[in-house]
């Protein structure tokens, strides 16, 4: 019996092998990859969807801590958190630019996104250590400097910084040297390094030039500060000096290495 023909053997070949795309889709290794593909394509599609799409992962609630003179209804009216959008698409550093702009008062904040639902405003508020009289109102002043508010009434504890700056004659050119923000900055330089008793009882810091800056304390006491350098030291000194001179009215140690006391 004759064989197959040439042609009859190309075509039985062919059939065994099939085409080149369906023969490697038959190899293990292929097949997986392509089945991993798939995979992770619809994996990122519904990853999408559960963060953007979804209901399960959206803003409801926003807390507030850390608050004191501030309400938390304040802040959150300020920080316009976006309740009902996805908790992924929260702006946290868009708040936290709000805030700072709306409320001065608010010295540090930290806007941290509470899953599934929650984001939490973690406020830290300034604290004055002097006041400044506007009309009938008082400005509060931080430890740095900054004049973050304005109330009509003055906290308590909390010094009044009296400007009692010359503008002619002499007093003329150490004003237009230094200018008075330089003057309020040194004023809260003195009352951020005085010991803790004598803040409780200071009742003003007066400025008449950048060395010469004194305390009113209770009782009709006074203390010659001098410029704000040497804070500490200054501390120190005046400490010992009214332990040693418990009856005196006036004390001085705008030069800490030389202190004097005196009235009684």
């Known amino acids: 019996m004759a064989g197959p023909t040439t042609a009859e053997r190309g075509e039985r070949q062919q059939e065994s092998s099939g085409p080149p795309l369906v023969r490697g889709l038959k190899r293990p290794g292929v097949r997986r990859i392509v089945i991993l593909a798939v995979v992770v394509v619809l994996l990122g599609a519904g990853g ?12 409801e609630r926003v807390s507030v801590s850390g608050t004191r003179v501030l309400t938390p209804a304040q802040v959150r009216e300020a920080a316009a958190a976006p309740v009902g959008a996805p908790m992924i698409s929260v702006d946290t550093a868009a708040i936290e630019a709000r805030l700072r702009r709306k409320l001065p008062r608010i010295d540090t904040v930290e806007v941290v996104r509470s899953w599934p639902h929650g984001i939490g405003l973690k406020v830290i508020e300034r604290t004055p250590v002097l006041l400044v009289r506007k009309g009938g109102n008082f400005v509060e002043v931080d430890d740095e400097g900054v004049r973050f508010a304005t109330v009509s009434q003055a906290p308590k504890g909390v010094p009044m910084l009296e400007l009692a700056i010359s503008r002619t004659g002499s007093g003329a050119a150490g ?20 010991p803790a008793e004598v803040a409780r009882n200071t009742r003003n810091v007066q400025v008449r030039s950048y060395d010469d800056i004194s305390l009113q304390l209770g009782g009709g006491r006074t203390v010659a500060w001098g410029s704000g ?25 705008s030069v800490p290495t030389a202190p004097a006391s005196s009235g009684s």
């Open 175 to 194: 004003f237009r040297r230094f200018g008075t923000d330089r003057l309020v900055r040194e004023a809260v330089q003195v009352a951020g390094a005085l």
């Open 229 to 253: 350098e040497n804070g500490r030291a200054k501390a120190r000194t005046l400490t010992a000096l009214m332990k040693a001179a418990p009856g005196a009215r006036y004390f001085d140690v």
């Open 48 to 59: 999408t969807w559960v963060l953007y799409g979804s209901k399960w992962l959206r803003l």
